[in-house]
Structure formats: C-alpha cells, structure tokens
C-alpha cells in the first residue's frame, strides 16, 4: 500500500510560484501513474495534471497548461508539480494521487487508489 505525503503549499502572489511535492513510500513508486487534483472551497474536486509510470507521458487540464508542470523523480520517489504565474483562482487544496495502471494518467478521480492528505495552496491577487 502506498503512502503519499504532499508538502510545499502555501501564500503566493498573483504570477508567483510555488512547488508542490509528493512522496512515496510503502509501495514500488513505478507501479503507479501519479496525478495532482485540487479542490477549491465550494466546488468539485478537479484533476489538474498526471504523470505515467515512466513519465513518459504526461498530461494537464487546461486551465493549467503551459503554467504548470508535472514531474516524478523515480530515484527519490517523489513527484513534483511545479506552478508558474499563478492566478488567484489557482486557490485550492492540491492533493497527490497514486493509480495502478499504463498508459496516459486517467483524470477521474475514482480510478485512483491512493490519496495524500492535500496541502493548500493561496493565491492572492
């Protein structure tokens, strides 16, 4: 069973960054295509980008694209969300999640099987 521990939420400024990043532990980290989803107050949890097993593939939602990028460093079981010009709207809990399948990373959440507990990311304008 993977355990996954995101870190480096936090305040931002409007066209700021931030990096998120999530471990992994208690599982073989190349098992798993990997995803970032986020929640803001109010609305549903949405996927925001996904990384295949071999990060060979990678794909965004495209609220985000060419804003962010999706990451996995396979040595250090961990993968990284790096966020540019951030936008306000951009205000969520951003969580990591873990999904036993190939291919190009599905964006449903349900198809996921293991979640981290999320780290919020602000956004001011």
């Known amino acids: 069973q993977v355990q996954l521990v995101e870190s480096g939420g936090g305040l931002a400024q409007a066209g700021g960054s931030l990096r998120l990043s999530c471990a992994a532990s208690?599982?073989?980290?190349?098992?798993?295509?990997m995803g970032w989803f986020r929640q803001a107050p109010g609305k549903e949890r949405e996927f925001v980008a996904g990384v295949s097993r071999t990060a060979g593939r990678t794909n965004y939602a495209d609220s985000v694209k060419g804003r962010f990028t999706i990451s996995r460093d396979m040595a250090k079981n961990t993968m990284y969300l790096q966020m540019n010009s951030l936008k306000p709207e951009d205000t969520a809990v951003y969580s990591c999640?873990?999904?036993?399948?190939?291919?190009?990373?599905?964006?449903?959440?349900?198809?996921?099987?293991?979640w981290g507990q999320g780290t919020q990311v602000t956004v001011s304008s």
């Open positions: 999640a873990a999904a036993s399948m190939w291919g190009l990373p599905t964006t449903r959440a349900d198809e996921y099987d293991y």
């Open positions: 208690r599982g073989t980290f190349s098992n798993y295509a």
